[in-house]
C-alpha cells in the first residue's frame, strides 16, 4: 500500500441557469467525462472506482442519481458508489479506496441542477427535522444570522463583505466557467437593496447547474498520466453540531480542525466554498490564510456555485494550479450543511512526500 | 418559444407528509408545546440548551431532567424575510431570529412577527405567540412577537401554511408530522421528449447506439453501455414479448386497476433493453415469459397497456440476453 496518491485530472462544466437540461446531469457529465479523458489519455475501462455526489432533493425524485449512472457507461458492470453530499466527499471515498489498494485509478464527480425548485427552500430540508425544518428557514436567511452575528461582534462590516464579492467577480472575469463576473466597486454594491437584511444578492452565491470530475491516481500511475500530478499531501473532514443555536456561528471549529489535519499551513492558493462573502471572512480565520495566500482566484463559489459539485471544483482548481506549476502547494476546500457546519479541506502539492 | 425539438417542461409537485417517532426528550418538549411550557437541558458544563439536546454535546449521555425555560426571551441575532416562501411561519414580512430563552444558555430559531425590519434589533425581547390548535410540533408556537407591542396578535400560517390541514390532524403522542411541498420544473431529457412526442403521434421511437448498436426505447440520450452520446432515431413496431413479469395483488391509493394484475417487463420487437407496462386483456394467471403482446394505445397519445397478441411464444433464446 502506498500512501501518494495525486490528482491527474479535472474537468468542469460552466456554472449556468440550464432550462434544457434534466435533472440527471447526463448532459453535463457527458461532455466533461470526454474532455478529462481527453487530457489524460484515459479512457473508461481504465478507472477502478467510480464515485458520484448528488441530491436526490435537487432531483426531485428518489434514486436520481442511478440515471447519472447513464453517462459512465457501466456495462461490463464497474466498482461505483454514490455520496448524498458534495463531490468532494465522493473524492474523499475515492481517495481510500486508491489508499487501501482496492483501485488505482479513480473519479470522483459531482452534479447539481441547483435551479429545479426554489434552491434556498429546498436547503430547509437538510436541517434538524423536528425543531427546524418543519418552519422553512431557509439557506439564505440562516446565513444572514450568522452574517450579523459577525457585524454585531465587529468582526466584519458589510463593505468588508461587499469588497469580498467585488474581488470575488473581478478574478472570475478570467474564468470562463463562471456564472457571475465584472468589474464593480464595492460601495457601488453597497449602494443596492438587501435580500436578506444583512444580506444583499452580492453577499450570496448565484442559483446555477453544473458538473465537475476529478480523477486520481496512486503513485505508480500518476506520473505516466501526468507530467506534474497534484500530489494530495492531507486530506480531512468534520463536521459541527446540526443544533444551530447551540454552536457558536463565528467560531468553524470543524473548518479549523479540517485544516490542521489536512496541514494546511503553507499553501499559496486556497480555492475557499464559501456561497456567502462573510464565510470567506470566516473561513480565511479558521484556516489561519495569511495575507499572501492567493483566496479564490476562479471567483469562488460566490461567482458560481453549482451545489453538489462547487466543492469538488474548488479541489480541482486548486489541483490545476500546482499540476500547471503556478503553485507549489494549494488548498481545495468544501462545505456542506447550514451556516458552515461542516468543512473538508484537501491540500495538493508539486511534491510527493 | 415553444420549439419542436426543445425538450419538454412541465411542473412537478411532490408532496409528502414526513411522519417521525420523537424519542424521549423532544416527546417531552413538544407535549410541554401543547401545555404552552417551553423546555431545556442541563448539559454537564451546566448549560441550558433550549431546545434540549437528546444526547449531551459533551458526555453524549442523555439529559437527567428537563427545566422549563421562558417563555419570554432575548433576540441573539435576527434576518429579515421580506418575501416569505411558501410554509414559513408568517404570510407577511417577518424577522428569522435566534432567541435565547430566559434561563436559557443557548438559542433557538424562529420567526418574530415585529411587522417591519425597523422594530428588530438585537436584544430585543420578544414572548411566544401560542397556536390555538396544538399538533405536537415546533409549529405550535406560530411564532415570536416583540415583548413591548399588543399582545393577541393573530398573524400566523398554521401547522404548514395550511389551516384546513392542521385542524384534521390529531396529536399522536411520542410522533410529530411534517408535511413536505416541494415545486419543480422537471425537464424531460431530449430523447425522452421525442419519446413523448412520438407516442402524441401514435408512434414508438427509440435510439440506437453508434457504438454497440443497442437500441433504447424509451431513448436515454447516452448509452448506459459505453457512456457514449445516442442520436440515431428508430421507430419501433407496437409488437413485443414478455420477458418477465410480476402479478400485483396488493391494492393502494390512487391504483387505476384493480389487484389481482400484471405488471410485465416488455421488449418492443427490434429494441434491446425491456420497458415496464401493463399486460391486460387476459386473466392475470395466464401471462408467461415468451408471451406476444402489442400495444393497445389509449386516448390521449399514450399507450394504455399491452395485451396478447395470440401468436405462439418467442423462444427463450430471442429474449434471454434481456433479462
Known amino acids: ?353 | 418559444m415553444s420549439h419542436p425539438t426543445a425538450p419538454l417542461r412541465a411542473p412537478l409537485e411532490i408532496e409528502f407528509d414526513y411522519t417521525r417517532s420523537l424519542g424521549p426528550v423532544l416527546s417531552q418538549f413538544m407535549a410541554a408545546l401543547a401545555e404552552r411550557r417551553i423546555l431545556g437541558a442541563r448539559g454537564a458544563d451546566g448549560r441550558v440548551h433550549a431546545p434540549p439536546f437528546e444526547y449531551d454535546p459533551m458526555t453524549a449521555s442523555p439529559p437527567r431532567e428537563l427545566t422549563e425555560v421562558g417563555p419570554e426571551g432575548t433576540v441573539v441575532s435576527w434576518s429579515w424575510m421580506p418575501e416569505p416562501l411558501a410554509g414559513q411561519p408568517l404570510a407577511e414580512p417577518f424577522a428569522w431570529a435566534l432567541i435565547r430563552l430566559d434561563g436559557a444558555d443557548t438559542a433557538m430559531l424562529h420567526a418574530v412577527d415585529a411587522g417591519s425590519a425597523a422594530a428588530m434589533r438585537t436584544g430585543l425581547r420578544v414572548r411566544p405567540r401560542w397556536t390555538a390548535r396544538p399538533a405536537g410540533s415546533i409549529r405550535d408556537i406560530t411564532c415570536f412577537e416583540p415583548c413591548d407591542g399588543p399582545a393577541g396578535g393573530t398573524g400566523g400560517t398554521g401547522g404548514d401554511g395550511d389551516a384546513a390541514a392542521a385542524e384534521k390532524r390529531e396529536i399522536t403522542p411520542g410522533m410529530t408530522i411534517t408535511p413536505v411541498r416541494l415545486h419543480y420544473m422537471h425537464t424531460a431529457s431530449p430523447g425522452e421528449s421525442a419519446y413523448l412526442r412520438g407516442l402524441a403521434e401514435g408512434r414508438l421511437l427509440g435510439q440506437r447506439c453508434g457504438v454497440c448498436g443497442h437500441v433504447y426505447v424509451p431513448p436515454r440520450g447516452t448509452c448506459p453501455a459505453d457512456g457514449v452520446p445516442t442520436s440515431e432515431e428508430v421507430e419501433l413496431p407496437e409488437s413485443g414479448t414478455v420477458t418477465t413479469f410480476c402479478i400485483v395483488n396488493v391494492g393502494y391509493p390512487g391504483q387505476r386497476v384493480t389487484p389481482p394484475y400484471v405488471a410485465a417487463a416488455v421488449l418492443l420487437d427490434g429494441a434491446d433493453i425491456a420497458f415496464q407496462h401493463l399486460v391486460l386483456g387476459c386473466d392475470a394467471s395466464e401471462v408467461r415469459m415468451g408471451m406476444r403482446v402489442r400495444a393497445v394505445w389509449g386516448e390521449s397519445g399514450s399507450i394504455s397497456h399491452f395485451a396478447p397478441t395470440g401468436e405462439p411464444d418467442a423462444a427463450y433464446e430471442t429474449y434471454a440476453r434481456c433479462l
Request: net charge negative; with cysteine; hydrophobic share 50%.
Open chain 1, 1 to 353: 500500500m502506498s500512501s501518494e496518491v495525486a490528482v491527474v485530472g479535472f474537468a468542469q462544466s460552466p456554472c449556468r441557469v440550464r432550462e434544457d437540461a434534466t435533472t440527471s446531469g447526463v448532459e453535463m457529465l457527458v461532455p466533461i467525462f470526454a474532455e478529462v479523458f481527453g487530457a489524460t489519455g484515459l479512457t473508461r475501462s481504465d478507472i477502478g472506482f467510480w464515485c458520484s455526489g448528488s441530491s436526490d432533493y435537487l432531483a426531485g425524485r428518489a434514486f436520481s442519481f442511478v440515471s447519472a449512472v447513464d453517462a459512465i457507461g457501466a456495462v461490463p458492470p464497474t466498482m461505483e458508489s454514490h455520496v448524498e453530499m458534495d463531490g468532494a466527499w465522493a473524492l474523499y471515498e475515492a481517495w481510500a479506496k486508491v489508499l487501501t489498494g482496492e483501485a488505482e485509478i479513480a473519479l470522483a464527480y459531482g452534479f447539481g441542477k441547483s435551479s429545479g425548485a426554489e434552491l434556498r427552500r429546498v436547503l430547509a430540508l437538510q436541517l434538524d427535522p423536528y425543531l427546524l425544518a418543519p418552519l422553512w428557514p431557509d439557506s439564505v436567511s440562516v446565513a444572514a444570522l450568522q452574517a450579523r452575528l459577525g457585524l454585531e461582534a465587529g468582526r466584519w462590516t458589510e463593505k468588508d463583505m461587499a469588497e469580498v464579492a467585488a474581488r470575488s467577480r473581478a478574478a472570475a472575469m478570467s474564468n470562463p466557467d463562471a456564472q457571475v463576473s465584472g468589474s464593480v466597486a464595492a460601495a457601488e454594491l453597497l449602494a443596492r437593496p438587501y435580500l436578506a437584511e444583512p444580506l444583499r444578492a452580492h453577499d450570496c452565491a448565484p442559483v446555477g447547474d453544473g458538473a465537475a470530475v476529478v480523477i486520481i491516481a496512486s503513485a505508480a500511475r500518476a506520473r505516466e498520466l501526468c507530467e506534474r500530478p497534484a500530489w494530495i499531501s492531507g486530506f480531512a473532514h468534520q463536521v459541527d453540531s446540526g443544533s444551530l443555536g447551540a454552536r457558536d456561528l463565528l467560531a468553524v471549529p470543524s473548518a479549523a480542525g479540517a485544516g490542521r489535519a489536512a496541514g494546511a499551513d503553507g499553501v499559496e492558493v486556497a480555492e475557499l466554498h464559501a456561497p456567502f462573502s462573510h464565510q470567506e471572512l470566516l473561513l480565511r480565520e479558521a484556516l489561519g490564510l495569511g495575507e499572501g495566500v492567493a483566496v479564490n482566484p476562479s471567483g469562488g463559489a460566490l461567482c458560481g456555485n453549482p451545489m453538489f459539485a462547487a466543492g469538488l471544483a474548488r479541489i480541482g482548481l486548486a489541483a490545476r494550479t500546482v499540476m500547471s506549476g503556478r503553485a507549489g502547494r494549494a488548498l481545495g476546500h468544501a462545505t456542506s450543511g447550514p451556516a458552515l457546519q461542516q468543512n473538508l479541506v484537501c491540500v495538493l502539492s508539486g511534491e510527493a512526500s
